[in-house]
């Protein structure tokens, strides 16, 4: 059988070297061969069921895709250049190995149904891969706040002191906006979970294919309901954009903390010598490079967003070549992303914590302010009151160089008459976080309640990220008997 491309019967003579090179996607579906082979046995094995084609022949491709499904575990595949795509190589590459047989595979599909069933197993893939590493990093946050409970450090808003928080309760917002991080992917997953395979170039087919034998053979959960909408549907690839950027961008977030936490000037934190670079000039410097690595990187993962809603903005039913354009964007942004949610991880873990220097920072910033206005409302005095009352006495210090603990009960007794000596136990900033025991609050009753919260779901996941590898495990093993 000459390498021609598949549809070269139409034309009287072969493509121009510079076509292939501009329309090949080998380089990009290389990545897919061996989902390739997975729908293709799925696909045979139909076939053979439904008497379509010969028993005699369907096993002679079967025992060729298995040759094959070795020679890629091997390393042993060579991807021919010579060929626009992973598919043609694979459909010659049985022909090679059964003879005539091999063109037989193709029977009741197209490319157009075929990619777009490799996609979608190589992202579910690659999407139980990024939950299990945002899930490594939550349990990394997790653990972070269960040694880190009484540890005070100032809360932010507008990045200036507010109120005082622990380091469990700061950790754990990391921990909850990463958990929707990975519920987002695996409603995404479940949504994407259905098989475009029989779909065919884009009207269905007049064979009388089993389209839910394939599917469950493949682990989805049901076939695509729509031909046309099958080969044109990039949803779940511009949905699965938009999970790994606002994943990337609480990266990004974090990695921005870590930045200045790290410098001298907040001194929160140092970062372990095996998470930091130095310079080439200047010795004495320790630089949070990962953490800049991770945040310059979201670029190129918004960019992939982007960059798929353009792409797919003006398409016309059904499948258009401009489509062959989604899988190397998304493909390098899920593996950049699980690179740096894997190395943030031990970042974390291995960061020491200056305990000392936050609840100076604490103590210092006027984190009590609003607490001296809930204590003046114990007495009795109207919050908008009691709000100008603790705003003159902040004033009053910032000129006298002191702390509203420094004041004497006298200097108090200047704002507000009804302030007493109990001002002091109410203002300590442990007592502030403490009486902060709201559903979500910094209190440690209500961090260790969200620690709780934060492993059931941690562990759900957990469960549903092996039940989904175990079924296409079972899927593969069932293929290749």
């Known amino acids: 059988m000459s390498k021609q491309a598949l549809w070269s019967g139409r034309f009287a003579g072969g493509m121009a070297e510079s076509t292939l090179e501009f ?3 080998l380089d990009t579906d290389s990545a897919m061969v061996f989902f390739d082979v997975m729908g293709s046995l799925a696909h045979v094995r139909m076939l053979k069921k439904c008497k379509i084609i010969p028993d005699e022949d369907a096993d002679r491709i079967i025992g060729g895709l298995k040759t094959i499904v070795s020679e890629i575990e091997n390393g042993e595949f060579e991807f021919d250049y010579s060929l626009e795509d992973v598919h043609t190589c694979v459909e010659y590459r049985l022909t090679d190995l059964i003879g005539p047989a091999g063109g037989k595979l193709h029977t009741g599909r197209s490319r157009n149904d075929q990619v777009a069933t490799d996609f979608r197993m190589y992202l579910r893939e690659s999407v ?3 939950v299990s590493a945002i899930d490594n990093l939550v349990d990394t946050f997790i653990k972070v706040a269960q040694e880190h409970g009484e540890t005070i450090l100032p809360g932010f808003t507008h990045m200036q002191h507010a109120q005082p928080v622990t380091v469990a309760q700061h950790y754990l917002a990391y921990a909850f906006k990463l958990a929707r ?5 695996l409603d995404a997953y479940e949504r994407m979970n259905k098989c475009p395979l029989g779909s065919a170039a884009l009207a269905g087919t007049t064979y009388p294919i089993d389209r839910k034998m394939t599917a469950e053979a493949l682990g989805f959960t049901a076939p695509t309901e729509n031909s046309m909408d099958s080969v044109s549907d990039r949803d779940f690839v511009n949905e699965l954009a938009f999970c790994a950027s606002q994943t990337a ?3 990004s977030s974090i990695s921005e903390e870590l930045v200045y936490w790290s410098s001298q000037e907040f001194a929160f934190i140092e970062m372990d010598d095996k998470y930091t670079t130095g310079s080439s000039i200047m010795p004495q410097k320790k630089n949070p490079d990962i953490a800049e690595l991770i945040r310059g990187r979201t670029g190129s993962a918004v960019g992939t967003l982007v960059n798929m809603l353009v792409m797919t903005k003006g398409l016309p039913l059904s499948y258009n070549r401009d489509l062959q354009e989604d899988k190397r964007p998304l493909m390098d942004t899920l593996e950049s992303l699980t690179q740096s949610l894997t190395i943030m991880a031990p970042v974390i873990s291995t960061m020491r914590i200056n305990k000392d220097r936050m609840r100076e920072c604490a103590e210092n910033g006027f984190t009590n302010a609003t607490d001296l206005a809930d204590y003046l409302v114990t007495k009795g005095i109207p919050f908008r009151e009691a709000h100008g009352i603790v705003g003159a006495s902040v004033r009053y210090c910032i000129d006298k ?4 603990d420094d004041l004497t009960v006298e200097e108090f007794k200047g704002f507000c008459d009804r302030i007493d000596s109990d001002v002091y136990d109410f203002i300590a900033v442990d007592r502030c976080v403490e009486r902060r025991n709201s559903i979500g ?5 209500s961090t260790d309640e969200q620690m709780l919260i934060a492993i059931s779901e941690l562990m759900g996941r957990e469960d549903i990220v092996r039940q989904e590898n175990e079924l296409a495990e079972r899927c593969w093993n069932a293929l290749l008997e």
């Open 401 to 404: 160089g002191k702390i509203l």
């Open 128 to 130: 139980l891969d990024v």
């Open 181 to 185: 991080d990975a519920d987002r992917f």
């Open 441 to 445: 609050g910094t209190s440690s009753a």
């Open 23 to 25: 329309t090949s996607s």
């Open 249 to 251: 961008i609480h990266l």
